[in-house]
């Protein structure tokens, strides 16, 4: 398996988007390093070896990034998902699909970014996997609640399988359709889990689409079928994944993509009939 040249897990991406009143920006957790073909099983090593594959480190993984996505609107502030929190894992205390996995970095990227974790009045979730609640749900050796003022979004499929993660926080249940946000409407996209949802961020004739774990590579635009180890549901995950690529294709349509180490924020254009990530320049 060839090793690319590849970026540092995830150091900062930090990448701020103007869309009309909406101001966007990515913001840096931390990272985690995937086993090409323990997270991707329906990949062999040959994939790997493309020119456009995902580079893998020197100790053979694809790194990710873990980000979250704050929107801003006017005075009010959403988080789309919260990254993994103040604590990391080992490559060698963990399970066999990763190497090391760490974050810890959000409170000071949103004080860098000017905003204090009062700010946030609204959190939207993707899903409640671990990498994606850290810092609202208390993740991490001192079990940090960062936004005591947020409202807490997730689909209600989310919330009937991991509810008792949110404590005493308010949440509210949404499904397609619901704005969640001034401009920001959910929009289902199950597979990954049973009620992973994408948010759509419309504004200044555009749209920008945050997916969460659609995607973890980019690698998946061009190849749908592989589904990834930790897919609840892999068939309705690749019916998910098709649907979504048609989406992003569409004239005016932006990404925000939570694991990718190549650029977070992009659009998905064909190349021959290929569908291709390119990341919006830092």
């Known amino acids: 398996m060839a090793h690319h040249t590849a970026p540092a897990t995830a150091e900062s991406y930090a990448r701020t988007l103007r869309l009309g009143e909406h101001t966007v920006t990515v913001l840096t957790d931390g990272g985690v390093q995937l086993h ?6 329906d990949s062999v090593r040959d994939d790997w070896n493309s020119p456009h594959a995902s580079p893998l480190d020197a ?3 694809t ?4 980000t979250a996505l704050l929107v801003e609107h006017r005075d009010r502030a959403l988080l789309i998902d919260t990254g993994y929190g103040a604590h990391s894992v080992a490559a060698d205390d963990t399970i066999d699909t990763i190497g090391s996995l760490h974050g810890g970095r959000l409170p000071a990227e949103l004080v860098r970014h000017g905003r204090d974790h009062t700010d946030i009045d609204t959190v939207a979730f993707t899903h409640l996997h671990d990498d994606h ?3 609202a749900f208390g993740a991490g050796q001192h079990g940090t609640r960062l936004f005591p003022r947020a409202t807490h979004v997730a689909s209600a499929g989310e919330w009937a399988g991991a509810g008792r993660r949110a404590g ?6 949404v499904s397609t359709g619901d704005e969640i946000f001034p401009g920001v409407r959910a929009w289902t996209t199950p597979g990954h889990t049973e009620g992973h949802t994408a948010y759509v961020i419309s504004a200044g004739g555009r749209r920008l689409i945050a997916f969460g774990d659609v995607f973890h590579v ?4 061009a190849r749908p079928d592989w589904t990834c180890a930790m897919d609840a549901d892999p068939e309705r995950a690749r019916r998910t994944r098709r649907a979504l690529t048609a989406e992003l294709t569409r004239p005016g349509t932006l990404a925000f993509a939570t694991h990718f180490a190549a650029g977070p924020l992009g659009s998905v254009r064909s190349h021959r009939g290929v569908p291709r990530w390119e990341a919006l320049e830092a």
């Open 36 to 41: 090409p073909l323990r997270w991707f099983p």
């Open 218 to 221: 980019p690698d998946q635009f």
């Open 133 to 135: 609640v850290g810092w």
């Open 168 to 173: 005493g926080a308010p949440t509210r249940a």
């Open 59 to 61: 100790t053979g993984h």
């Open 63 to 66: 790194p990710a990034t873990i």
